[in-house]
């Protein structure tokens, strides 16, 4: 008895201020992208991501997230131009089929605003990349991420031989998402 009340007084300062878990509701979150084709909007979205976020406004130091993206549901309007990006040329989902993003750096930057500096990777390629976002209906039990951020295709090979000139299709791509999630 005598160890177990030792043991539960050692862990009870981590019990209790451990951040929250949060479950991402796929129904309700959104991940697309705005590339420029021929200086027109080319708009997309990945239908299938899943993620491990951890934290709370009050705890930014604590706060972590990992949103891991299937290539594979890459989708357009246009069902050639989603097939042409599940090619080698671009994002080679046979052999990378998933995209990460991790992030463990935090800052507010206004109201209900902040940014998550972390790393990006794609195709093998890895990459920093700011995040900026609005949190909104933040309760207990829920919030909405709103945001974006705005990469650059080549940095991870995404486009490759004849792709790879900016010409055409311009290297900077606006990634933008809305994350439902409810307490895990």
Same mark, same amino acid.
Not at 7 to 30: C, D, G, N, Q, R
Not at 157 to 177: A, L, M, P, R, Y
């Given at each position: 008895?005598?160890?177990?009340?030792?043991?539960?007084?050692?862990?009870?300062?981590?019990?209790?201020?451990?951040?929250?878990?949060?479950?991402?509701?796929?129904?309700?979150?959104?991940?697309?992208?705005?590339?420029?084709?021929?200086?027109?909007?080319?708009?997309?979205?990945?239908?299938?991501?899943?993620?491990?976020?951890?934290?709370?406004?009050?705890?930014?130091?604590?706060?972590?997230?990992?949103?891991?993206?299937?290539?594979?549901?890459?989708?357009?309007?246009?069902?050639? $131009?989603? &097939? %042409?990006?599940?090619?080698?040329?671009? =994002?080679? /989902?046979? #052999?990378?089929?998933?995209?990460?993003?991790?992030?463990?750096?935090?800052?507010?930057?206004?109201?209900?605003?902040?940014?998550?500096?972390?790393?990006?990777?794609?195709?093998?390629?890895?990459?920093?990349?700011?995040?900026?976002?609005?949190?909104?209906?933040?309760?207990?039990?829920?919030?909405?991420? $709103?945001? &974006? %951020?705005?990469?650059?295709?080549?940095? =991870?090979? /995404?486009? #490759?031989?004849?792709?790879?000139?900016?010409?055409?299709?311009?290297?900077?791509?606006?990634?933008?998402?809305?994350?439902?999630?409810?307490?895990?």
């Amino acid at each position: 008895m005598k160890i177990a009340t030792g043991l539960s007084l050692l862990l009870f300062p981590l019990i209790s201020f451990a951040v929250p878990s949060w479950k991402i509701i796929p129904s309700e979150s959104t991940i697309t992208f705005t590339a420029t084709q021929n200086d027109a909007p080319v708009k997309g979205a990945f239908k299938s991501f899943t993620g491990d976020i951890h934290g709370e406004p009050s705890d930014l130091k604590a706060s972590r997230v990992k949103i891991v993206v299937d290539t594979g549901s890459v989708d357009t309007a246009y069902g050639q $131009v989603a &097939s %042409t990006l599940k090619t080698a040329e671009w =994002f080679n /989902v046979a #052999q990378f089929p998933k995209a990460v993003f991790t992030a463990d750096n935090f800052t507010k930057t206004g109201k209900d605003a902040y940014s998550a500096k972390g790393m990006l990777t794609i195709r093998k390629q890895t990459v920093p990349v700011t995040l900026n976002f609005v949190l909104k209906d933040y309760t207990s039990e829920g919030f909405e991420a $709103v945001g &974006s %951020t705005t990469i650059q295709r080549l940095s =991870f090979g /995404v486009g #490759q031989g004849s792709w790879s000139k900016t010409d055409s299709i311009k290297d900077n791509v606006e990634v933008q998402f809305t994350l439902k999630a409810s307490k895990a």
